[in-house]
């Protein structure tokens, strides 16, 4: 397990973000946030899915208003769930007005781009600094270079051109970044809110300038860091730069909770990117959330589609079974498995797993040897590979994990 920036702690709820504590995963929810059935439904899904945190939009007083009752409609239904709220243009209106809902929230999430402007931006901005510490709340100071403090950015852009030797503008978008998010941490604990309360994020939608401004916000302070590429995009293009982006910066020891931020297809799931924070995590042997299959890509060795169905079988398996052993046996996402399509590589590979089955590739009868803990067990044929299969993989479980009592 990689180590953690020495950062500080801060409790979400149930969750603790920070310090020595695991990465936390976290979403946000897209429903409409007054619709209050629909809303609990998408947050119950997302947490079941593996997002310790969710957030949603409290953008309008009807908003507000029902965010006491999405807290208590969770609490009935027996969820314990870190609930955010998302604040932009009118937070400290909603959150003065509807004390309730400053109440239910277990976060506060504030862009000081957008909290204030001209002469109001320091008023309003205490404000919601001083209703978190009324009710003893963190609150996240997220910045984006969609909706950068403009006036920070202008007085950097000019202290900039007054230089012999002159940043970039994308160099000095990335200084303001970073010094909006600081400059309002400092703001905060002045108006008295624990430094303890505060989490930070700098969030841009390009991977090599996330990277950058995450270093550079690292290595100027150690509150607890919000990853996350924003607007990262759809499908595979939002995928790989998420998980490049955030896997980066985890090697490098920075980041204690993560968001991957992805555009959704027309009624598609929500839980998707929580998906992919899992994946990212696990790939990174961070955190375990159900055993790891390994499978290979198959060639010109495995044309036909024996391998390919049995490890879509196995996967679809192990997923179906996976609410079950997780809750009867203990420490069952450590297993590693292993399905592999020929010779080549497939004994090998399958020694290297908890349990492992290789097919001969293409041309040749279905014959799988299969082993267990680095040793030849049997070698499978006929029709009922996979069902075979799956008899000795419970059987393995049934026998080498520890039951729950």
Not at 368 to 381: I, M, N, Q, S
Request: charged residues 25%; neutral net charge.
């Amino acid at each position: 397990m990689l180590s953690k920036r020495n950062s500080i702690a801060v409790k979400v709820g149930n969750v603790i973000i920070g310090g020595e504590n695991p990465i936390v995963v976290q979403s946000m929810t897209n429903t409409d946030t007054a619709d209050i059935n629909k809303t609990v439904a998408q947050i119950i899904d997302l947490y079941e899915e593996g997002s310790e945190i969710v957030r949603i939009t409290v953008d309008r007083p009807e908003a507000a208003e029902a965010v006491p009752y999405i807290r208590e409609s969770l609490e009935k239904k027996n969820y314990s769930i870190g609930l955010v709220g998302d604040f932009h243009y009118i937070g400290h209106k909603l959150l003065r007005d509807y004390p309730a809902c400053a109440e239910s929230l277990d976060k506060y999430r504030i862009n000081p781009g957008n909290v204030g402007f001209k002469n109001k931006k320091d008023k309003q901005f205490s404000e919601i600094i001083e209703i978190a510490c009324k009710n003893n709340k963190p609150i996240r100071i997220g910045a984006n270079w969609g909706s950068i403090d403009q006036e920070l950015l202008t007085i950097m852009m000019n202290k900039n051109n007054e230089q012999k030797i002159k940043k970039s503008s994308i160099e000095v978008l990335r200084d303001s970044l970073v010094s909006s998010v600081i400059k309002s941490a400092e703001r905060a604990t002045e108006v008295g809110l624990e430094r303890s309360k505060i989490i930070l994020s700098a969030k841009v939608s390009n991977v090599s300038e996330l990277i950058k401004v995450y270093e550079d916000l690292a290595s100027q302070t150690d509150y607890a860091l919000h990853l996350g590429l924003t607007e990262a995009g759809m499908g595979i293009k939002g995928v790989v730069s998420s998980a490049a982006a955030i896997s980066i910066l985890l090697n490098k020891n920075i980041g204690d909770t993560i968001r991957v931020s992805l555009t959704p297809k027309p009624n598609g799931d929500r839980v998707e990117e929580v998906k992919v924070a899992k994946e990212i995590l696990q790939a990174l042997n961070i955190k375990s959330y159900r055993p790891d299959v390994a499978s290979c890509p198959g060639c010109g060795r495995t044309t036909s589609t024996v391998f390919q169905e049995l490890a879509i079988d196995i996967e679809n398996f192990i997923e179906q079974e996976m609410p079950i052993w997780k809750k009867n046996y203990v420490g069952i996402d450590t297993l590693k498995i292993a399905v592999m399509g020929c010779i080549v590589n497939g004994p090998g590979e399958s020694k290297h797993a908890n349990i492992g089955i290789s097919l001969p590739g293409t041309g040749e009868q279905p014959a799988a040897p299969v082993f267990v803990d680095g040793e030849k067990y049997k070698t499978l044929r006929g029709e009922n590979i996979s069902g075979q299969f799956k008899e000795i993989l419970y059987n393995y479980i049934n026998e080498k994990y520890q039951k729950n009592n």
